[in-house]
């Protein structure tokens, strides 16, 4: 058994004022955890918050390339660095777990480990702390709620500079280079 992993010592400061400032949430938050890096400073890539205030994966997947952060989607399993997208689970996930009908009952959470920051607490708990303390209040504001499980975890690794190259003088960040939007 391999030995508990240390608490990470980077908590975002500033989640409320990106909460103010920019409708910032769980998926900015998160994003910033992990990364190490104050919320309102990764706000910018996650452009999309100015007409809806939520990440799905797409986005998120997005946020992290255009960062210069390699990452890997892996469905129903935590990651061991990174972030997690949580589905609470009900009636909206009894058929079809992965249903665009069950992705406003989801949160995304940053994991290190042993560990689970949530901005609704800005704090890093074990996952059996965040199960036992802080999901609780998510359960029972949602009606119907039963549970929990793990929606998509993005493993996160290496960070790699996000200029691939450049168009006439102008960096192309990695995630445009990969789907060709510089042309």
Request: hydrophobic share 45%.
């Given at each position: 058994m391999n030995p508990p992993t240390p608490r990470?010592?980077?908590?975002?400061?500033?989640i409320e004022i990106a909460r103010i400032n920019f409708s910032a949430n769980c998926g900015p938050s998160s994003f910033a955890a992990i990364t190490e890096r104050e919320v309102?400073?990764?706000m910018r890539?996650?452009?999309h918050f100015e007409h809806s205030p939520w990440t799905n994966l797409t986005q998120m997947r997005r946020a992290f390339a255009e960062a210069g952060y390699e990452h890997e989607v892996h469905r129903r399993e935590m990651p061991q660095h990174g972030v997690a997208?949580?589905?609470w689970l009900g009636s909206w996930t009894r058929a079809d777990f992965f249903s665009r009908?069950?992705?406003?009952?989801?949160?995304?959470?940053?994991?290190?480990?042993?560990?689970?920051?949530?901005?609704?607490v800005a704090e890093?708990?074990?996952?059996?702390?965040?199960?036992h303390?802080?999901?609780p209040s998510f359960l029972a504001k949602i009606p119907h709620a039963c549970g929990w499980a793990v929606k998509y975890g993005i493993e996160v690794s290496k960070y790699k500079s996000p200029c691939r190259g450049s168009v006439n003088g102008n960096c192309v960040s990695s995630f445009e280079s990969e789907l060709n939007l510089s042309s």
């Open positions: 990470p010592p980077f908590v975002p400061w500033d309102c400073r990764v890539f996650f452009q997208l949580i589905q009908w069950s992705l406003p009952y989801t949160h995304w959470v940053a994991v290190e480990g042993d560990w689970v920051f949530d901005y609704t890093w708990q074990t996952v059996a702390d965040w199960q303390r802080t999901v």
